[in-house]
């Protein structure tokens, strides 16, 4: 399976301050097709996940545009502009190029 | 606007099978654009996928559980529902159904991430 490792555990953040999140898989998510199959989610404490962006950068349908995903092969990465007190939770990223795995989860909290 | 719905005994004896089922309200789970899934996430820890099915019964399996684990689809009620048998303490979790888009490339098919998400429900095994 492939692995993915998320970094850092965990983030605090002073409202109004960027924050990234980096996740790294054990083999690229460059699929034949020309796509890149890597998604993150937020879940909020209590709730389940949910979709935040879909195939490296895209932003999921209702989605502040203060979140953006990159990178390409086996390196990705998550950025939130300006932090606000409703992105509290965890993150996580995704890949379903092979068996769908998920990283570890980074918890953001806010300072 | 679609919603997903888990429901299922919340408490299975060690040895015993698993069962849940999911609602699909708002939208038809015969959709030709989804495939749908079933995630679990064990007390204060991530998210595994356990597998999905296409309305026409067409389904993948997580590996590491696939000698386990049936899941089936009912179109005429517009449900999918999990089984999963011989559980024991490590298959405590909370199991969430979800939506999942899928692409048709000429390498086979890639089932995407999930986009729309059940709350999830409690599943304890203990005797």
């Known amino acids: 399976d492939i692995v993915m490792t998320q970094t850092p555990l965990s983030l605090s953040v002073t409202p109004g301050q960027p924050a990234s999140i980096s996740c790294k898989s054990s083999q690229s998510l460059l699929h034949s097709d020309g796509k890149t199959y890597l998604y993150w989610y937020l879940q909020k404490p209590g709730q389940p996940p949910q979709l935040l962006i879909y195939e490296v950068s895209n932003r999921f349908s209702g989605v502040p545009d203060r979140f953006s995903g990159s990178g390409s092969g086996t390196d990705f990465t998550l950025k939130i502009s300006r932090v606000e007190a409703e992105d509290v939770g965890v993150y996580y990223c995704?890949?379903?190029?092979?068996?769908?795995?998920f990283g570890g989860g980074t918890k953001v909290e806010i300072k | 606007q679609l919603q997903l719905q888990e429901s299922g005994p919340g408490l299975v004896k060690p040895s015993e099978t698993l069962s849940l089922t999911c609602t699909v309200s708002?939208?038809?789970?015969?959709?030709?654009?989804?495939?749908w899934g079933w995630i679990r996430q064990p007390p204060g820890k991530g998210l595994e996928w356990i597998g999905s099915i296409y309305y026409s019964g067409s389904t993948y399996y997580n590996p590491s559980l696939k000698s386990r684990v049936t899941i089936s689809v009912d179109t005429s009620k517009n449900q999918f529902s999990l089984k999963l048998s011989s559980v024991t303490a490590a298959d405590t979790a909370v199991y969430y159904c979800?939506?999942?888009?899928?692409?048709?490339?000429?390498?086979?098919?890639?089932?995407?991430?999930?986009?729309?998400w059940g709350q999830g429900t409690t599943v304890t095994v203990s005797s």
């Open positions: 995704m890949q379903s190029i092979q068996v769908l795995t």
């Open positions: 708002g939208g038809s789970i015969s959709s030709s654009s989804y495939y």
């Open positions: 979800a939506r999942m888009p899928y692409a048709i490339t000429i390498f086979g098919v890639v089932i995407g991430g999930m986009d729309v």
